[in-house]
């Protein structure tokens, strides 16, 4: 059955309305303007600073972006994870802000933003005059410690009191 010739006009009421046409323009610069608002004021943007290094015994989770974090403000990025082939120690690479100076003697520690959070590097800068220098790798670390482990530490413990008040 030959179908009848209407124009997608006549078929589906499809006209060249310049106000349709403007207000889809419209919308799509609203939702750029969105994405590009968002991605500036979300922390995605890569930090620009110099390079430091930490090596831990395990990472637990810690992935490349993770924010670096000194009181809880970001001043970092991790931008790699590599292990050791003689030590097998996770070396984790970081750019830390120009403008935050770290002593020679802060302590890096990889910490949970919550029970179900991401991971993050935590510096607590010590009282060192000398600073730490591009490349040079942070002495002092804290390795992480899961859920499963703490847990485990604190019936450890609870049991240890229990047995030795008997």
Do not use: C, W
């Not at 969105?34 to 943007?45: C, E, I, N, P, R």
């Not at 110099?50 to 670096?68: E, M, N, S, T």
């Not at 802060?106 to 919550?114: C, L, N, R």
């Not at 942070?138 to 008040?165: C, G, N, P, R, Y």
């Amino acid at each position: 059955m030959p179908r009848s010739r209407r124009t997608l006009k006549q078929e589906y009421g499809m006209g060249r309305n310049p106000i349709e046409a403007i207000l889809g323009a419209v919308v799509l610069l609203v939702a750029a303007f969105f994405l590009v608002f968002a991605y500036t004021t979300s922390g995605l943007l890569p930090v620009e600073g110099y390079p430091i290094r930490a090596v831990f015994a395990k990472v637990g989770g810690l992935q490349a972006g993770a924010d670096v974090r000194v009181s809880g403000i970001k001043v970092g990025t991790v931008t790699a994870q590599v292990l050791d082939p003689v030590t097998f120690e996770a070396v984790v690479h970081m750019v830390i802000k120009l403008d935050v100076s770290l002593p020679r003697d802060t302590v890096a520690t990889i910490a949970s933003e919550g029970l179900l959070g991401g991971k993050y590097v935590r510096l607590e800068p010590g009282r060192a005059v000398e600073r730490l220098a591009a490349g040079e790798g942070v002495a002092k670390t804290k390795d992480f410690k899961s859920l499963e482990e703490m847990v485990s530490e604190i019936i450890f413990l609870a049991t240890q009191d229990h047995d030795e008040t008997r």
